[in-house]
Structure formats: structure tokens, C-alpha cells
């Protein structure tokens, strides 16, 4: 009877272990610059943050949206940093390009303490829908810290996820945040041109 006992435990206990074993394997994604028609040559320093996000996608997992009211945590989906981070570091490399200029940098990074411009992104949506469409919502201002004028705006994407996966979504997001980077772009040069 005992015998019987230890051999369905160790068989519960090999079931477990195997189970374990075929966890599937993690994934991690980033965003990327969209590398879009250059401006011309500045020398242009912008501060780009604080960046912040809804707290139900403030987390690893990528946050899918599965119907009207209900969402689903990628366990096995992950952002490879966190989504302000990795937000905030894709319009620095966005503004880089568009803005001419080498002198833009995060404020988690420490920033440049003699920026010209700083630009605060208030993120209010970030929906992700497999193979349907990334949303972003976003309000964000650029202040001239000089004198304290400043340009506030909201923008509003939708992008098509054209084909299945979490590289499609994260694809259509980093569009998504080039369109919000060309906002802060061309808010920056209104405010560099009325300084003139």
C-alpha cells in the first residue's frame, strides 16, 4: 500500500516537473525610432520628460485589449524596460532627427541642465490590439525654459497592426510615438521661431 502511495506522488511529482519544463519562453520588445525627413541643422537643446502612462499598461507585460471592458496580461510578452522609459527614450531618438540636433536627452538620464526646451508627455491611452490597431493618446507640452513660454498639444493615433504578433504591435507603436515626436518637433520650432 505504501508502495502504491510513493509511486503516485513520484509520479505527480515527474507530471509537475514536466509541466514545468515546457513553460514557454519569454519574449521582449522595444520600441524604435522612425527615422522621418531630418530638419536642418540645430543646435537646439531639449529635455524630453517626465514621460508618464496609465497605470493598467505601468508594468512588464504588454497589456492587450480583448473587448470593450476587459484586457489581458502577455505573461510571456514583455517590454524589454519600462513603457515610460521606453517611451520617453524613442521621442528623444524621433526629436534627434526631425529636430536636427544632437542635444536632446531624457530627463531620467539627468538631462542637460542648459536645455533650451523641456517637454513634458502625459500618455493617456496605450491600447494594443493583436492585429487590429496600437492607440495612442497623448497630451504634452514644450516649455522655453528661458522664459517659461510655452506650446500645449494633444495627439491622437491609430495604427493598423497589419499582421498577427507582438512585433506588428510594437511596430505600430513606435508609429504611433514618431506622430506624437512630429507634434513636439513642430511646437518646438514655432517656439524657437517666435524667439527670434
Not at 525627413?37 to 497605470?55: E, I, K
Request: charged share 20%.
Amino acid at each position: 500500500m505504501n508502495h502504491a502511495k510513493l509511486a503516485i506522488s513520484l509520479s505527480a511529482v515527474a507530471c509537475l516537473l514536466a509541466g514545468c519544463a515546457s513553460t514557454p519562453p519569454s519574449h521582449f520588445y522595444t520600441l524604435s525610432s522612425e527615422t522621418g525627413p531630418a530638419g536642418p541643422p540645430s543646435a537646439t537643446a531639449v529635455v524630453v520628460g517626465p514621460v508618464t502612462v496609465p497605470a493598467e499598461v505601468d508594468r512588464p507585460q504588454i497589456v492587450v485589449t480583448v473587448a470593450p471592458n476587459r484586457v489581458r496580461l502577455e505573461e510571456f510578452h514583455r517590454w524589454a524596460s519600462p513603457l515610460d522609459d521606453e517611451i520617453a527614450r524613442t521621442i528623444v531618438a524621433d526629436l534627434v532627427v526631425m529636430l536636427g540636433t544632437p542635444n536632446v536627452t531624457t530627463l531620467a538620464r539627468g538631462g542637460d541642465p542648459t536645455a533650451d526646451y523641456r517637454v513634458a508627455v502625459e500618455v493617456q491611452r496605450f491600447t494594443s490590439q493583436p492585429g487590429t490597431a496600437a492607440q495612442l493618446d497623448a497630451a504634452w507640452t514644450v516649455r522655453r525654459l528661458k522664459d517659461g513660454k510655452s506650446q500645449s498639444g494633444r495627439t491622437t493615433v491609430q495604427e493598423p497592426v497589419g499582421q498577427p504578433g507582438y512585433d506588428a504591435i510594437a511596430a505600430a507603436h513606435s508609429r504611433a510615438v514618431a506622430r506624437l515626436a512630429q507634434d513636439i518637433a513642430a511646437a518646438t520650432r514655432t517656439l524657437e521661431a517666435a524667439a527670434r
